[in-house]
Each structure stands twice: as C-alpha cells, then as structure tokens.
C-alpha cells in the first residue's frame, strides 16, 4: 500500500484525534477558561442528537421493511441477543478476575458525602417503560431509545406486509434512509473542531478529578479496557471474518472509538458506526437493526465499569467481594444497569442509582461511584460503540456464515 493510499484511509482519524488532542492540551492549559469552547462542542453534539432519532427510525424501518425473507430477519435478531450476551459475559469474567487481584477500594482515604437517593423503581414499572411510551410525542426523544426501535421494527414489519422496498412507502423510506445518511456525512465534516471543542471544556472543568483518591480505580480500570480491546476485539473479529476481519476492523473502528471516547455517547457515535459498518463490509440490513439496539443495549465497557464500581463500593464498606452468588448477582446488576443508560452523556447516573438500591448499600454511596462513572465513562462509552461495530461483524457471521466477508470482495461490493 503506497503512502497515498495509507493517507486516503487514515487522513479523517488522524484530523479527529488531532482535534481531540488540542482539545485536551487547551483544557489543561486553561483550565475554567477553556469554557469558551462549550458552545462549539455543544452545537456539533446538538446537530448529532437531532439526527440520530429519525436515522434510527428510518434505518430500521427500512431495513425491516426491505426483508422478503422473514426468517433472515428472526435470524439477525436471535444472533444479536446470542452475541450480547456472550460478548457481556467475557467482559464480566474479565472484570471478575480484575477486581479480586486489585481491589480498586484498596488503602482509600475517600471521605462520603451525603445523598438523596430516589425509591427504586418496580420492575414491571422499569420493563413497561424501557420498551413502550404512552404518546407518539414520546417517540421523537432520544431518551427513548428503546421504544423509537420497538416502533420502527413493527413499522418495518407492517412496510415488508404492503409491498416491501417497491411500495411507494419503501421507496419513500429508501430515499429517507440516503438522505439522512448523507447529513450525517455533512455533520461528521465539523467533528474535529466539535469534538476537540467539547473535550477542551470537559478537561478544563474536570481535569483535577483525574488525580487523587480516585487514582487507583483509574489505574485498574483503563488497563483492563485496553487489554479487553487488545485482546477480545481482535478474538471477536477474527471469529467474525479471519484474518481479514482483523485487517478491516482495524482500519475502521478508530472513528467509532474516537468519537464516543470525545461525546461519551453510544448514540452519538451511532452516525459514525453506520459509516464503519459500511466501509467494513457488514450488509446494511444488519448493521441498520444491529448498531441501534446495540447503542442501548451492548454494553461491555458499561458491564467493566459497573462491576468495578461494585467492587469498590464492597471496599469502601468493608464487605467481602466474593462467592458466587455476589459474582452472580454483580453481573446481572451491571448488565441491567447497562441496559438503562439510554446511551446518553450522564444516563450513568441513572445505572449507578440502580446498582445502590438493588445491593442495598446507603445513600451515601450514590455520590462515590458517581464521581467514579464520570471519570470512567469515556473508556466505557468508547468500548461500548466500537464494540457495536465488532458485534455487526459477529452478527453476519452467524447470519451468512464463515466466508461472508470474502465473498463481497470477490463480487467487488467492497473496497480493499
């Protein structure tokens, strides 16, 4: 590959990260001042938001709408709930094993501070309002993630039983689905002044947090993202499509992981991931019901810091992090808290609260692992979006099989 091409391929991430990293270098170097920059960052994650609840409505409807085949559809959604599971249950293993050899509560001086902590929620309650809401109003919020898809696979379904791409109605969506996907390649023009605008004002306010007590949880925890990403998304890709899926994964995923790392949104990132997918080679009918429900619900860098959270909680009130049904019942609370964080910048909070009333510790701990799932939650965000891109690829192969990547090279659907 000449220099050229190496350039073509690689010129945006660069041009991104440089943004990211003058952002940071001006947050440190201003501190409070460097507030100026909010509005700038502000607008690019507003014009990111305001496209992501029709492109999620219209990718899906589509999507689903476009399917003859029913069966292919039953088989994509079946691979997709297989592939999060699984993929959660590495991470929890990883974080299991982490957390018993470091503990990230160990020789702490934290003092707690006070809290009002909210009555938890009913389970039925919580089920009823993740997947429905009780107006059509409702479905234009980006908070609703869960409800927006539910309603845009019953449209796709209702769409494939009226005729299907050829109805006036699938041509419409079709059309739709270009034209959204070519405002976000429009909005993804300003993402390195966005993006580095709002990790400016981010590092200026809260940079002094990244020091101190809360070191040691910092220290276990980026390491072990890291090594999740060394290690397991090079094991998943290469599952997903050989050698070659290491090779496209690679090439592709640094703006997915950029980009949520910056905004520390899965929804946001969901306009670049869709681009990646594309590039990578994963067919849109996949990637167009996969990315979306994975940006609420596929959440290893969520089940990592969760767990970690747990444990350091268990530290700081000196409980024994062991046995397995406390190792049981933490998994099961960081996938559930995972599942409500809506993929929004700060709807961790609303996780963290979860894991508080359901392990019964006392208010006080709220604003402990608060303070922690800041400080985490960009590592966490960027493994959750990027590994939304590597589960697409899982997806297909369990769809299409093992030569699925091969075969649209041959027939020359793909870039090299």
């Not at 992501?52 to 088989?75: D, E, Y």
């Not at 160990?106 to 107006?135: F, Q, R, Y």
């Not at 605008?197 to 070191?215: H, K, M, R, S, T």
Request: charge should be neutral; hydrophobic fraction near 55%.
């Amino acid at each position: 590959m000449d220099k050229k091409k190496i350039w073509d391929s690689y010129r945006f991430p660069l041009i991104l990260l440089g943004g990211i990293i003058i952002g940071a270098v001006l947050g440190l170097v201003m501190g409070e001042r460097a507030s100026v920059f909010e509005p700038l960052g502000q607008i690019f994650l507003n014009l990111m938001f305001t496209i992501v609840v029709p492109m999620v409505f219209v990718s899906i409807t589509t999507a689903v709408g476009n399917m003859v085949n029913m069966k292919r559809l039953g088989k994509i959604l079946g691979s997709l709930v297989l592939t999060f599971i699984v993929t959660g249950m590495f991470a929890a293993a990883l974080v299991l094993v982490v957390v018993n050899v470091w503990p990230p509560a160990a020789n702490t001086t934290i003092s707690m501070g006070a809290a009002e902590m909210e009555s938890a929620a009913d389970i039925s309650d919580m089920i009823v309002g993740s997947l429905t809401v009780n107006d059509f109003s409702g479905l234009m919020s980006r908070s609703n993630m869960l409800p927006i898809i539910v309603f845009a696979i019953m449209s796709g379904l209702a769409v494939a039983a009226c005729g299907g791409q050829e109805s006036a109605a699938g041509k419409l969506l079709n059309n739709l689905n270009d034209i959204i996907m070519k405002m976000v390649d429009m909005i993804m023009k300003l993402a390195p002044i966005g993006l580095g605008a709002y990790f400016a004002n981010l590092v200026g306010e809260f940079g002094p947090q990244l020091i101190g007590d809360y070191g040691r949880t910092m220290l276990i925890y980026y390491p072990m993202c890291a090594v999740y990403v060394v290690v397991f998304f090079p094991m998943y890709s290469y599952f997903a499509a050989g050698k070659l899926g290491i090779s496209r994964m690679l090439k592709h995923i640094f703006n997915p992981a950029v980009t949520a790392f910056a905004t520390q949104s899965s929804v946001a990132t969901l306009p670049v991931n869709m681009e990646a997918c594309k590039k990578i080679g994963v067919p849109e009918d996949i990637s167009n019901i996969v990315l979306p429900m994975g940006a609420t619900m596929h959440m290893d860098g969520s089940v990592l810091s969760s767990i970690t959270k747990i444990a350091f909680l268990f530290g700081i009130f000196q409980m024994p992090f062991t046995g397995v049904d406390t190792y049981a019942m933490a998994i099961v609370v960081s996938i559930l808290s995972a599942f409500v964080l809506s993929g929004a910048p700060g709807g961790g909070l609303v996780g963290e609260m979860l894991i508080v009333s359901l392990f019964g510790f006392p208010a006080e701990a709220f604003p402990l692992i608060a303070t922690i799932g800041f400080l985490v939650d960009p590592a966490a965000t960027c493994l959750n979006a990027s590994g939304d891109t590597i589960a697409s690829m899982i997806i297909t192969r369990l769809v299409e099989g093992k030569g699925w990547l091969e075969k649209r090279l041959a027939a020359g659907e793909l870039e090299n």
